[in-house]
């Protein structure tokens, strides 16, 4: 797992909700207990679906290849 301010991090705590939330049908709130209890941290449901909704967007110099 990457440290948890990392940008991996972040990647891969997006990848865990769209599997809870997305694949699965979990609801916010138990996605929220799993999250917070894997990393150790300490969101709430409105800051995870933010983090949710936040799409990584591609770097400039790769767009047009």
């Known amino acids: 797992t990457p440290k948890p301010s990392s940008a991996a991090s ?3 705590k997006r ?3 769209y599997r809870l939330v997305g694949e699965h049908g979990w609801n916010w709130g138990m996605a929220r207990n799993l999250i917070n209890r894997q990393f150790g941290t300490n969101y709430t449901i409105k ?3 933010r983090f949710y909704m936040r799409r990584p967007r591609p770097k400039p110099d790769t767009v047009f290849k």
Request: proline content about 0%; cysteine-free; overall charge negative.
């Open 10 to 12: 972040d990647v891969y």
């Open 15 to 17: 990848q865990v909700l």
């Open 47 to 49: 800051e995870l679906q």
